[in-house]
């Protein structure tokens, strides 16, 4: 069965900003319904002067952009944009095919492209992909330890301890453990940890979940008083010891 609509917000709690610029009407419509489904906030622009301009007022966590503009092309849009938000992802739309063209836009610096015409289904995931990525990049620039109680993660050395135990996880077991340690206290749903840790925009098997977090309570709560907890009928959630 296939997990709910979960929304990806930044670490504040806030919706993801997404800028959609395009001068075809129906994609820019088509593009921003499908990203307001997915409960980021949107605006839209029709021309390299208007996104310029929008960018600048509305701070974008996220550019989808398309290469032709009327006035001047992405490319030189990306750039004034970086200008003033360096560190802005940018997926690129484009008409064109070929594998110089799609050189021309990574090289540039664009994070994605996507040809058209295009599967909604596949722009969204790949979208939710540069989002997650980037905001994983803006977490680990912050501090790279995170501690919770007596259990510190840092996501520089990949190093687990809970006190003065060592912790040896896998890497799926880490991702899993960061996204709970992310976010102490807060009930997760089994859809929100298959989304994050897994990225599955899809239908996936939500007993994984259960799998993993057996996995590890195995790991960590064999060390000390619980810390994983399951709230029935909702999610898991990390708490610290009091």
């Known amino acids: 069965m296939a997990p709910e609509n979960v929304a990806l917000v930044k670490p504040d709690g806030k919706p993801v900003r997404a800028l959609v610029v395009d001068d075809e009407p129906a994609i820019s419509e088509l593009v921003s319904m499908a990203l307001r489904y997915e409960k980021f906030e949107v605006r839209t622009a029709a021309s390299g002067q208007a996104a310029v301009a929008e960018a600048k007022d509305f701070h974008p966590d996220i550019i989808v952009l398309d290469i032709m503009l009327p006035d001047f092309d992405g490319l030189e849009v990306m750039r004034r944009i970086r200008a003033d938000n360096a560190d802005v992802p940018v997926l690129f739309l484009t008409a064109k095919d070929s594998v110089a063209d799609r050189v021309v836009g990574l090289t540039a610096g664009g994070d994605d492209y996507v040809t058209k015409p295009f599967s909604v289904e596949e722009l969204v995931a790949r979208i939710r992909g540069i989002v997650r990525r980037s905001i ?105 010891v009091d």
């Open 136 to 240: 994983l990049a803006s977490e680990a620039r912050e501090d790279p330890e995170i501690i919770v109680g007596d259990l510190v993660l840092n996501e520089e050395t990949y190093e687990v301890f809970r006190g003065d135990s060592r912790v040896e996880l896998t890497a799926t077991e880490f991702e899993l453990l960061r996204y709970l340690m992310r976010n102490p206290k807060r009930v997760l749903s089994k859809a929100q940890i298959l989304d994050r840790v897994w990225s599955y925009d899809f239908g996936g098997r939500s007993s994984i979940v259960e799998i993993y977090i057996s996995y590890l309570r195995k790991k960590i709560d064999t060390l000390g008083p619980a810390m994983i907890h399951t709230v029935r009928g909702v999610g898991y959630v990390l708490r610290p």
